[in-house]
Nanobody
């Protein structure tokens, strides 16, 4: 098992940046594919990005060129650098881990979840 705790959310103006962090505890962190998801008010949880065990990344189309996911296995941490934020990015952002052999954009594929961190982008 791995425990995940997100941080770094907050209020930012449109066009601004935030860097989210997710700190994991547990000996299996390096074995996990790590993903970021978000859930806006009135909407279902949606995929944002994932980073594989070998650090290969994949992004949802709506964040390509703006967001960057990274991981530091030594610190058991995954980050999401978010630039050029818009009000549509307002959501609770969650990090999640998966032990599956293949990465997925589907929330149900991830077995471990953080508590979420609120990102609010003002127009």
């Amino acid at each position: 098992q791995v425990q995940l705790v997100e941080s770094g959310g907050g209020l930012v103006q449109a066009g601004g940046s935030l860097r989210l962090s997710c700190v994991a505890s547990g000996y299996t962190f390096s074995n996990y594919i790590m993903g970021w998801f978000r859930q806006a008010p009135g909407k279902e949880r949606e995929f944002v990005a994932y980073i594989h065990r070998n650090s290969i990344t994949y992004y949802a189309d709506f964040v390509k060129g703006r967001f960057t996911i990274s991981r530091d296995n030594g610190k058991k941490t995954v980050h999401l650098q978010m630039n050029s934020l818009t009000p549509e990015d307002t959501a609770v952002y969650y990090c999640a881990g998966s032990l599956r052999s293949a990465a997925s954009t589907v929330p149900n594929s991830y077995t471990d979840w953080g508590q979420g961190t609120q990102v609010t982008v003002a127009s």
